[in-house]
């Protein structure tokens, strides 16, 4: 019986979300803010002796600029849901 009430708690314990590390989540979310700013791309072109050349051209574009949201309002949020707290600096955006 004793074996069965352990393993309860520890299961628990181990699917509960640890917090971020607070400069980590602000560089995760400094990406989540600018692609909350506009539509992102690049565009490759090149070429090589094999293949010849080649080009490509890759564009995102977020919920959150779709949605509208404030850069700033998604970078703080996206600190509060990752560590629990507000954001130790300003992003760098």
Request: hydrophobic share 35%.
């Given at each position: ?7 309860v ?63 700033m ?21």
């Open positions: 019986m004793r074996r069965g009430g352990l393993l708690p520890l299961a628990l314990v181990a699917c509960t979300p640890q917090p971020v590390d607070p400069e980590r989540a602000a560089q995760r979310c400094e990406e989540r803010a600018r692609a909350a700013a506009g539509p992102t791309g690049e565009v490759r072109l090149g070429a090589n002796s094999e293949d010849g050349p080649f080009a490509g051209v890759s564009i995102g574009i977020s919920s959150d600029y779709l949605a509208g949201r404030d850069p309002a998604v970078y703080e949020q996206c600190v509060y849901d990752l560590t629990g707290a507000a954001p130790i600096r300003p992003p760098r955006l």
